[in-house]
């Protein structure tokens, strides 16, 4: 497995910002699809936004025209963009990757970062 190192999550207000990072290590071959996910207390994993090594994105229902995904394919980093934040929103944040090293694929996740949106 590749680490994933998470950072940025926090306590805001609702109608605020925060702004989650995701580093994987530099020595990987190639990372295609990147995503972030979230668990809140007594629910599944849903997906929140994914983008793939050719800047397609994709948006649950739920963030669409409030969160934003982007990467940084040289860095092997990721970033997403929250705005307009709502209590519902608060979670455990998850980075995902998956891609080959060059020697095997791997599909990796972070171990989360913890957003907290306060009414």
């Known amino acids: 497995q590749v680490p994933l190192v998470e950072s940025g999550g926090g306590l805001v207000q609702a109608g605020g910002s925060l702004r989650l990072s995701c580093a994987a290590s530099?020595?990987?071959?190639?990372?295609?699809?990147m995503g972030w996910y979230r668990q809140a207390p007594g629910k599944q994993r849903e997906l929140v936004a994914t983008?793939?090594?050719?800047?397609?994105?994709h948006y649950a229902d739920s963030v669409k025209g409030r969160f934003s995904i982007s990467r940084d394919n040289a860095k092997n980093t990721m970033t997403l963009q929250m705005n307009k934040l709502k209590p519902e929103d608060t979670a455990v944040y998850l980075c995902?990757?998956?891609?080959?090293?060059?020697?095997?694929?791997?599909?990796?996740w972070g171990q989360g970062t913890q957003v907290t949106v306060s009414s």
């Open positions: 530099n020595n990987i071959f190639s990372i295609n699809t």
């Open positions: 995902n990757a998956e891609g080959s090293t060059g020697y095997t694929l791997f599909n990796s």
């Open positions: 983008i793939t090594s050719g800047g397609t994105t």
